[in-house]
């Protein structure tokens, strides 16, 4: 064959049987299916933790919660688009978000709820942040507590002991 002959040929093309096409077809459904099933037992494992860590973070947002505040406001902004026509919504400490919509009904979404961890998840990320300022107010509401029963404590103290003072004199 001459250099202008090969240029011109053909490329070779190597025919596979159909039974060759078959097996490694059933044999690459065979292996899909095999990672499937993998995927399948650690969703269920995945699902099973996530769970726990639900349930740990809500009792936690609860003990965390109830000496500083009966609810937490989320902003709209920070809901799915599909909670569009919310007005207002709130997290209590038991982890219920309630949303109130712009016709006046209400809604109460259980966030613990399997159903509800994509809701629940934009809602934690709005809220954590602001346990910072609810710690902060609480500390300073503590502080000048502190400082008013602490000047009047004294004062109290002085004048109980000049009563203790005056009546055992008269005595």
Known sequence: MTQENLSRQEPLEVSVSPER???SSLQELVDSLKSTADDI???SELSSEEKILVSQFF???HKLMQPLTPS???SQLALPA????VTQAHLDPTGHLILQYTDGHV???DLSQG????LMIAVVGDIVPKFKNLTSLQKKKLE???KLLSSITKEVQKSSEALSAALSANK
């Open 82 to 85: 599909q909670f569009g026509d």
């Open 107 to 109: 809604e109460l979404k």
């Open 21 to 23: 096409k078959k097996q």
């Open 41 to 43: 037992g650690q969703i």
């Open 72 to 74: 937490i406001v989320v």
């Open 144 to 146: 000048n507590r502190i």
């Open 115 to 118: 159903n509800c961890r994509e």
């Open 59 to 61: 009792t936690s947002l």
